[in-house]
């Protein structure tokens, strides 16, 4: 199942710092607004959503939390949420942005 997905979405890029900050800005523009700054589901329209957005930190993600899982979220979206797909971001910045909400999970954001 791992070879098919990685068949599918293609190798990942090595994190690096400047793939990092590529999904920092990405993510600043794109997510702030339901997931908050720091990732703990807390942005300026969460409480208007229902399921509430993920906390990056606390809550189990429902598609997984490898990198190339993440980077999957991003091209598809999570059906009943308002968790949609990115597909107008280019393959390298949903990269940038999954290395970034991972830093997020970490803690080290």
Known sequence: MAAALLA????PPGR??????????SYGIY???CHGVAGAGDGSVAAKLNPKPRNFRTDKFRQGSKVTQVFETLGKGVPGTAMVNYT???EEERWALAWY???LKAGKQ
């Open 88 to 90: 107008n971001l280019s």
């Open 101 to 103: 909400v991972l830093e």
């Open 31 to 33: 997510c702030t607004a």
């Open 16 to 25: 690096s710092p400047e793939l990092v900050a590529l999904g920092k800005r």
């Open 8 to 11: 599918r979405v293609g190798k």
